[in-house]
């Protein structure tokens, strides 16, 4: 297993991936789409595909609590002309009383993971060409800048679990944190871009408060998951340029504020899951997104709107 300091503690480094990824004078902008909930229609679409955005990703959680909106957000994100890549959360496959399972007991019935990923398959269908993903490295170009996408453990829920253990193993062969650490490990090893995690929850290390991006107040305790913060720390160890970690799941709002974006050393963390995704303010519709830019320097975030044309 790869042991490696926290994944907020390491101080900025000089090394060759890092001087190929800062010596590039232009950007790569990507839209982040935080936890969906069933809120996306056609509309959104057409502005991303409109939009000088090079690619998207989403940190999954798609359909709402009933989970039967499922097949239509992914048939309107199959729409997208962009590079889009899909990350399943914890509610994108297991039904509702699976992730109660987990939630109260640490773990669902073995004998629904047939089930479970048979919507799996069907959702990589309905979302075709858009790449539903996790534990893989994807590397997208523009005319003179590359970054590795890693993409993270799917169905990801709470920190101090493996979830969804037996659909993880039949699908992906990991059948303990320390093996999905292992895992993701391996793909740093592969890279030779600056690294972009791609993630459904956040890495452990970031405090256990309301305001904290994956904090969980209630029960006073960090609900980041920890095989991601070791394999983002094993990456800055080994001088890997890793320029952003994005991911969702801990939802935040005007109500319920979090700090959704927190930079230490050079790699900027984001929570982009404020819910719901669309809201009313000020008698106009927003519709959220972060628009993520990397290049010539340390990446950056901002708040966007998918604004009606």
């Not at 935080?34 to 798609?62: E, K, M, Q, R």
């Not at 996790?134 to 993270?152: E, F, L, N, P, Q």
């Not at 699908?171 to 995690?197: K, N």
Request: aromatic share 6%; charged share 20%; hydrophobic share 35%.
């Amino acid at each position: 297993m790869c042991v490696s300091p926290p994944a907020y503690s390491p101080e900025p480094f000089e090394g060759p991936q890092a001087e190929r990824g800062r010596a590039i004078p232009t950007v790569v902008q990507l839209a982040i789409i935080g936890d969906i909930h069933a809120l996306w229609s056609p509309l959104d679409t057409a502005y991303f595909n409109a939009s000088d955005v090079h690619g998207v990703l989403c940190v999954g959680d798609l359909p709402g609590r009933n989970h039967r909106q499922l097949p239509t957000v992914a048939k309107a994100l199959s729409g997208l002309t962009k590079p889009t890549l899909v990350l399943p959360g914890n509610h994108d496959g297991p039904g509702p009383l699976d992730v109660l399972a987990e939630g109260l007991f640490g773990r669902s019935p073995a004998f629904r993971a047939a089930k479970i990923n048979r919507r799996l398959d069907r959702l990589t269908a309905d979302l075709s060409p858009a790449q539903l993903t996790g534990y893989r490295r994807h590397t997208w170009s523009t005319a003179d800048h590359t970054v590795d996408v890693i993409a993270g453990r799917p169905l990801a829920m709470d920190g101090r679990f493996l979830s969804f253990r037996h659909v993880l193993e039949s699908r992906h062969g990991v059948r303990t944190l320390d093996e999905s650490t292992d895992r993701l490990c391996a793909l740093v090893d592969t890279c030779a871009h600056p690294i972009v995690f791609l993630a459904h929850n956040g890495p452990a290390g970031f405090g256990a408060n309301a305001h904290d991006p994956w904090g969980l107040s209630f029960f006073g305790r960090d609900n980041g998951d920890t095989d991601l913060q070791r394999a983002i720390g094993y990456a800055i160890q080994t001088k890997h340029d890793v320029q952003a970690v994005v991911a969702g799941h801990m939802h935040h709002n005007s109500r319920r504020p979090r700090s959704w974006q927190r930079r230490v050393g050079n790699t900027l963390y984001v929570n982009a899951a404020r819910v719901p995704r669309i809201q009313t303010l000020g008698g106009t519709e927003q519709r959220h997104y972060v628009r993520l830019t990397l290049g010539d320097g340390a990446a950056t975030a901002e708040a966007g709107c998918a604004q009606r044309s």
